[in-house]
């Protein structure tokens, strides 16, 4: 539907990574404790640098506990310093699970205020983007990270650079 397209592709509420005016939107859903998100890592930053008409936008859906709720807001909470894409590459870089003390560790090494980054965590649009990545996640039928939307197709699971290009090429050509 179209209400279900708009919050998927423009909701202000959505962090919007690669080129803000790009012809074709690639959505992803992840969590910072997801090993096959830390690995698609290199596929999107591969994508994005390739391809300088996509736009990405992140949905953060923290499914794996505790530690992948707490990254997810304060990755959240960084756009408030301007930091949430350098953090969030931080983060997916990270070795280890990502807690409380891991991600605090990072937040301080890009520079983030670590007091501000905590109050701001606590935000109602940090709740809300979270709880409307798990409704939008319900709706598409996505039972885990990573998951892509590609304009009209989904593409769950872990995908390599090459089939994110053609399922940007293919969107491109159906416009």
């Given at each position: 539907?179209?209400?279900?397209?708009?919050?998927?592709?423009?909701?202000?509420n959505a962090?919007?990574?690669?080129?803000?005016?790009?012809?074709?939107?690639?959505?992803?859903?992840?969590d910072y404790?997801?090993?096959?998100?830390?690995?698609?890592?290199?596929?999107?930053?591969?994508?994005?640098?390739?391809?300088?008409?996509?736009?990405?936008?992140?949905?953060?859906?923290?499914?794996?506990?505790?530690?992948?709720?707490?990254?997810?807001?304060?990755?959240?909470?960084?756009?408030?310093?301007?930091?949430?894409?350098?953090?969030?590459?931080?983060?997916?870089?990270?070795?280890?699970?990502a807690n409380?003390?891991?991600?605090?560790?990072?937040?301080?090494?890009?520079?983030?205020?670590?007091?501000?980054?905590?109050?701001?965590?606590?935000?109602?649009?940090?709740?809300?983007?979270?709880?409307?990545?798990?409704?939008?996640?319900?709706?598409?039928?996505?039972?885990?990270?990573?998951?892509?939307?590609?304009?009209?197709?989904?593409?769950?699971?872990?995908?390599?650079?090459?089939?994110?290009?053609?399922?940007?090429?293919?969107?491109?050509?159906?416009?």
């Amino acid at each position: 539907s179209n209400a279900n397209r708009d919050s998927l592709f423009n909701d202000p509420n959505a962090p919007v990574l690669g080129n803000p005016e790009g012809d074709v939107t690639v959505v992803e859903f992840f969590d910072y404790n997801c090993p096959y998100c830390r690995r698609a890592m290199a596929e999107v930053q591969g994508l994005v640098d390739a391809d300088p008409n996509v736009r990405l936008v992140y949905r953060e859906w923290p499914i794996l506990g505790e530690g992948s709720d707490f990254a997810a807001r304060a990755a959240l909470a960084a756009r408030q310093q301007g930091k949430y894409e350098a953090f969030h590459w931080a983060l997916m870089g990270m070795s280890g699970k990502a807690n409380e003390t891991g991600v605090l560790r990072i937040a301080r090494e890009v520079g983030l205020d670590t007091e501000q980054l905590q109050r701001d965590m606590e935000a109602p649009e940090v709740t809300a983007h979270i709880a409307q990545s798990m409704a939008l996640a319900q709706k598409l039928g996505f039972n885990g990270t990573p998951s892509f939307v590609v304009e009209d197709a989904l593409v769950p699971g872990f995908v390599e650079q090459s089939q994110l290009q053609d399922a940007v090429d293919r969107a491109r050509k159906a416009a």
